[in-house]
């Protein structure tokens, strides 16, 4: 069975400043995917970032990184220059055998 | 592109009704559809899987006879709460994985359903 967990259930950030979301997971499968999802008050779901596990370079979208290390099973998640529009719910999930499964979740704060 | 859409975004029913809800893929074709239920301010709870053309696989818990899910097409499944109760009271998300897209899904705006 995949675990996935968000150790920090909130976490505040000052605008324009840096802020990292913790994740780990567990799986005993070799291949997988990982995603960070963005869930704003309107409730829509939206893909921040996904990493393949078999690629070793960390994947990033513009303000938006991942560190990825695979042997920790770990994947944090950066979010660089901080904007207001970042506020949200940010969850953690890993996909194989053909299904995902979703952290907790973090709330993010973005103080102006 | 991968747009999914979801009708209604609400709904509210008298207990003991059914009440289904549509999950489209508006620009690609989804090969699998996703059933989850929210709860506020708590994560996604998968509810079951469905490939196009086969039945949906249930996830543990999940009352298969209460919540029927039909993926008649590749750009449409529903799921249908029969003999709604107040429990049943709940945020619904689907999502769609399109063939080729590294296992990427994409996410329909969710359907907010409240029993009385």
């Known amino acids: 069975a995949q675990t996935v967990t968000q150790s920090q259930p909130e976490m505040s950030v000052q605008e324009a400043e840096t802020v990292t979301l913790s994740c780990t997971y567990d799986t005993s499968e070799s291949d997988y995917y990982l995603f960070w999802y963005k869930q704003p008050p309107s409730r829509q779901m939206i893909l921040v970032i996904r990493q393949e596990a078999y690629k070793q370079q960390n994947a990033t979208e513009n303000r938006f990184s991942v560190n990825f290390q695979k042997a920790a099973k770990s994947f944090s998640l950066k979010i660089s220059d901080s904007q207001l529009g970042d506020a949200a719910m940010y969850f953690c999930?890993?996909?194989?055998?053909?299904?995902?499964?979703f952290g907790d979740g973090t709330t993010l704060t973005v103080k102006p | 592109g991968a747009v999914v859409s979801q009708h209604p975004s609400r709904v509210i029913c008298k207990s003991g009704t059914s009440v289904k809800i549509e999950c489209r893929s508006l620009?690609?074709?989804?090969?699998?559809m996703f059933w989850y239920r929210q709860f506020p301010k708590q994560s996604l709870m998968l509810m079951a899987t469905?490939?196009?053309?086969?039945?949906?696989?249930?996830e543990q818990g999940v009352e298969k006879d209460k919540f029927l899910i039909n993926h008649a097409s590749l750009t449409l499944s529903t799921l249908t709460v029969t003999s709604a109760h107040p429990e049943d009271s709940s945020f619904y998300i689907c999502?769609?994985?399109?063939?080729?897209?590294?296992?990427?899904?994409?996410f329909g705006p969710g359907t907010r359903l409240l029993v009385l």
């Open positions: 469905s490939n196009e053309g086969s039945k949906a696989t249930y």
């Open positions: 999502s769609g994985r399109r063939q080729g897209s590294g296992e990427t899904q994409y």
């Open positions: 620009d690609f074709q989804a090969t699998t």
């Open positions: 999930a890993s996909y194989n055998a053909g299904k995902s499964t």
